[in-house]
T-cell receptor
Framework: DAGITQSPRHKVTETGTPVTLRCHQT?????MYWYRQDPGHGLRLIHY???????DKGEVSDGYSVSRSKTEDFLLTLESATSSQTSVYFC????????????FGPGTRLTVL | EDQVTQSPEALRLQEGESSSLNCSYT??????LFWYRQDPGKGPEFLFT???AGEEKEKERLKATLTKKESFLHITAPKPEDSATYLC??????????FGTGTSLTVIP
């Protein structure tokens, strides 16, 4: 299994509070991605990173920000969580250009009350 | 608008009964099409990448094919351990990825 961990694995929070999810990899892969998975929508790309401090938006980036200060860590922040952000969040990594396969982490289940 | 549609949504097979899953896409400038397997409560697991029409790849009981508008995942003589949700994804220019909602496969012993 690719060395990807996500923390926390489960979180319950209240509307309006900030939340940060962490993705950590031990594979030294260049690309890192954040997705959310919801019933009826499948996986949707939130943001991705193509190197330290290099990030770009995905399909559903509104309400989310990301940071990557080290190769191994990619953080996803919800500045002010809303109930619509209740979801399962997956981090993924890929080796080079992104036409490589992605390896996914175990996911974080976030509930916003 | 870039879109990925998978069918059927759910499929129940008897052990040994072969079938195919479909993934149709509308993406300009396809860079790659990916198949993943996802077990309940886990992250997707990579199966195949296809890059151009006519390409085929095989792994054990699974075979993926690609045309200009769709991809098929053929499952030959499935076993109960093949039960999972199978996801299709396409990569568009700009490093954007679009996933289908998946086909939930149940193989009955």
């Amino acid at each position: 299994d690719a060395g990807i961990t996500q923390s926390p694995r489960h979180k319950v929070t209240e509307t309006g509070t900030p939340v940060t999810l962490r993705c950590h990899q031990t594979e030294n892969h260049r690309y890192m991605y954040w997705y959310r998975q919801d019933p009826g929508h499948g996986l949707r790309l939130i943001h991705y990173s193509y190197g330290v401090k290099d990030t770009d938006k995905g399909e559903v980036s509104d309400g989310y920000s990301v940071s990557r200060s080290k190769t191994e860590d990619f953080l996803l922040t919800l500045e002010s969580a809303t109930s619509s952000q209740t979801s399962v969040y997956f981090c993924a990594i890929s080796e080079s250009t992104g036409t490589d396969e992605q390896f996914f982490g175990p996911g974080t289940r976030l509930t916003v009350l | 608008e870039d879109q990925v549609t998978q069918s059927p949504e759910a499929l129940r097979l008897q052990e040994g009964e072969s079938s195919s899953l479909n993934c149709s896409y509308t993406v300009s400038g396809l860079r790659g099409l990916f198949w993943y397997r996802q077990d309940p409560g886990k992250g997707p697991e990579f199966l195949f990448t296809l890059y151009s029409a006519g390409e085929e790849k095989e792994k054990e009981r699974l075979k993926a094919t690609l045309t200009k508008k769709e991809s098929f995942l053929h499952i030959t003589a499935p076993k109960p351990e093949d039960s999972a949700t199978y996801l299709c994804a396409v990569q568009a220019p700009g490093n954007q990825f679009y996933f289908g909602t998946g086909t939930s496969l149940t193989v009955i012993p």
